[in-house]
T-cell receptor, first 116, second 116 residues
């Protein structure tokens, strides 16, 4: 069974600094997708970035980039130039592609706190 | 384009009562998911629909939970009777079908259920 691990319960960073949120996964699948979501205190899950297992280049979306190391089975999120509004819970999620169900398997999340 | 809509946003009930949640996915999205998120954890899949058919309900506690997606659009999730451990946020998400341009899941604002 697939498993997602986020080892950092909380991270603290100052405004304008970069921060890396760790995510490792365990799977024997060849085809899969990796997602990062942001969940502010209001509760909604906001999609940030996606990486497919066959994508050769790391995904980037504005200030977000995904450091994908397939051999290590890691998919770390890098947020550049942190802003106060980045304070939230961040979830890494795995989506299998080799089966009919494509539901996301989430990690436990990392709380990011950005200070001025 | 309008996002995923959910109602109610908050619900407080006593144990053994019944409750229902409603979800309207993004227009044109064939796949709909219900997740349960217990405080301090990542969301976990309850049920996945493809149009109006069930793809995966292996983690749905069928003795008390039921869900339907009539006409392949809106969906309702029901709990009857509720238990204290059902206190959680219930998230609905939708995505394009497999083979579409993207299967990124977009989430609604969630329904926060408190069972007393």
């Amino acid at each position: 069974a697939q498993k997602i691990t986020q080892t950092q319960p909380g991270m603290f960073v100052q405004e304008k600094e970069a921060v890396t949120l760790d995510c490792t996964y365990d799977t024997s699948d060849q085809s899969y997708g990796l997602f990062w979501y942001k969940q502010p205190s209001s509760g909604e899950m906001i999609f940030l970035i996606y990486q497919g297992s066959y994508d050769e280049q790391n995904a980037t979306e504005g200030r977000y980039s995904l450091n994908f190391q397939k051999a290590r089975k890691s998919a770390n999120l890098v947020i550049s130039a942190s802003q106060l509004g980045d304070s939230a819970m961040y979830f890494c999620a795995f989506a299998p592609r080799d089966q009919a169900g494509t539901a996301l398997i989430f990690g436990k999340g990392t709380t990011l706190s950005v200070s001025s | 384009e309008a996002g995923v809509a959910q109602s109610p946003r908050y619900k407080i009930i006593e144990k053994r009562q019944s409750v229902a949640f409603w979800c309207n996915p993004i227009s044109g999205h064939a796949t709909l998911y219900w997740y349960q998120q217990i405080l301090g954890q990542g969301p976990k899949l309850l049920i996945q629909f493809q149009n109006n058919g069930v793809v995966d309900d292996s983690q749905l506690p069928k003795d008390r939970f039921s869900a339907e997606r009539l006409k392949g659009v809106d969906s309702t999730l029901k709990i009857q009777p509720a238990k204290l451990e059902d206190s959680a946020v219930y998230l609905c998400a939708s995505s394009d079908p497999p083979g579409g341009s993207t299967d990124t899941q977009y989430f609604g604002p969630g329904t926060r259920l408190t069972v007393l």
